[in-house]
């Protein structure tokens, strides 16, 4: 999927400056799809050069003029063909950090605390970016019950992302509180047979 795609997504919302993009995508997108602010300002400056976005001028008292974007028809179209297309590829998983968990017990490259430490840092995140999503899914839910918000809801795509994402940051969680645990225990067992 490129980059283009989420943020035609995003669009789906209504007009949006950069600005907004970058923050919304902090906010809700970022549950499937990171990118940094300068990306999204490339992108939205190469879509509008395609005829995907359109931009308008808006006039600030105090701060600069923003630009707002908006999905042309030609953008609906990429966007609804984007979605029309054959299942979507499983994601390629790039984590660094099991590289390094990989590597934890060899004698000349493994350093326990070091991993250890990236781990604790995972499980942190994790638990911030799973509160985040919570408070998220009560400003959605708005005192309704699940079942009750999808049975009115205008748009339930951003409700199921949302649960992707927090499911994705249940399972970092709990592999990390795992990890943490082994990790401890082997760094435990290693100090004793060496007699400290």
Do not use: H
């Not at 999204?40 to 974007?69: C, D, H, I, T, W």
């Not at 934890?104 to 985040?132: H, N, P, Y």
């Not at 999503?133 to 839910?141: A, D, I, V």
């Amino acid at each position: 999927m490129a980059l283009r795609n989420a943020v035609m997504a995003a669009l789906l919302e209504g007009e949006a400056s950069g600005y907004d993009l970058a923050k919304g995508f902090e906010a809700s997108v970022a549950n499937f799809w990171m990118a940094t602010p300068q990306q999204l300002y490339r992108e939205l400056e190469r879509m509008e050069s395609e005829g995907l976005v359109s931009a308008r001028v808006v006039q600030q008292e105090r701060r600069p003029n923003k630009r707002l974007f908006s999905l042309t028809d030609a953008g609906l179209e990429v966007l609804r063909d984007y979605v029309g297309e054959a299942p979507a590829k499983p994601p390629a998983l790039r984590d660094e950090l099991m590289v390094k968990v990989q590597c934890v017990d060899i004698g000349d490259v493994g350093d326990f605390e070091a991993v250890r430490a990236s781990v604790a840092e995972r499980f942190e995140r994790a638990t911030a970016k799973l509160a985040r999503y919570r408070r998220m899914q009560e400003r959605m839910l708005d005192g309704r019950t699940e079942d009750e918000y999808l049975a009115t809801a205008e748009r339930i795509g951003p409700y199921l992302t949302l649960q992707g994402g927090i499911a994705l940051e249940r399972a970092n969680l709990q592999w990390s509180e795992t990890a943490l645990k082994r990790l401890e225990q082997r760094a435990a067992a290693l100090a004793e047979s060496s007699g400290g």
